[in-house]
C-alpha cells in the first residue's frame, strides 16, 4: 500500500504543534517544521523565530500575500504576524544562544536512546551547510525533533548510537514521529503515545533502542 506522505507529514506537524504554549518564543526548523506554522491554534499567542532575523512569522503567504523579500531561514516565503519585528541574523543568534527560545522544533536523520542528534548531513552527499541547529539545540529549552520513524528503505532512525555526523550530544528532549511520541530520560527511551493504531510491540520493532512502556 503506497504511504500518502502528505498526510502523514500534517499528522506530524499538527502533533507537534500541542507541544507549543501560549506564550512561547518557537524556533522552526527547515523542512517539515515549518509546516507547523499553518496548525497553529488562534487561541495560542506564540512568536515564531527564524535565524535570518524575523520575530513573529506567520503562516504561508497565499498568492495575494506573496512577497519574494519576506523569507525564513530556509528561504520559503513565509508571511509576518501583527507585531513582528526585523534584526540582523547576529542578533537573532544571539538571542538564541542566550537561550531565549523556549521551543525548538526541527527535522532529524537519526535519533540515539540518548539524545544525541544527527540530522544535518549525510557524508558524501552535497550540503548546505548546518545552519543554526548546533545553536538551536543547545540554546532553546526545549528540543523537539518531528520526522519518519523509519527510512525509507524500513530501517530505524531512532538508534541506539547515530551513525551519521551528530549536530549535538544528548540534546533531544522529544521525538514525534508519524507512529509515535517518545521521550528521552535518563532511564532511557519512554513511549508517550502511538499515533498509528499499532501495538507496542510493533512500535518496538521499527525501533532500534529498547522502549520503556509508560
Known sequence: MAVDRKAMRETIARRAEKEIQSGDYVNLGIGMPTMVANYLSEDKQVMLQSENGLLGIGPYPSEEELDPDLINAGKETVTAAKGAA????????????GEHIDVAILGGMEVAENGDLANWMI?????????????????????????????????????KECSLPLTGKG?????????????????????????????FEEIQEATEPELIKE
Do not use: C, Q, W
Request: hydrophobic residues 45%; charged residues 25%.
Open 86 to 97: 526585523y534584526f540582523s541574523s547576529a542578533e537573532s543568534f544571539a538571542m538564541i544562544r
Open 123 to 159: 557524508p558524501g552527499k552535497m550540503i548546505k551547510g548546518m545552519g543554526g541547529a548546533m545553536d538551536l539545540v543547545h540554546g532553546a529549552k526545549k528540543v523537539i525533533i518531528i520526522m519518519d520513524h523509519v527510512s525509507r528503505n524500513g530501517t530505524p532512525k531512532i538508534v
Open 171 to 199: 540534546v533531544v528532549d522529544r521525538i514525534i514521529t508519524d507512529r509515535a511520541v517518545l521521550d528521552v530520560t535518563d532511564k532511557g527511551l519512554v513511549l508517550k503515545e502511538i499515533l498509528d493504531g499499532s501495538s
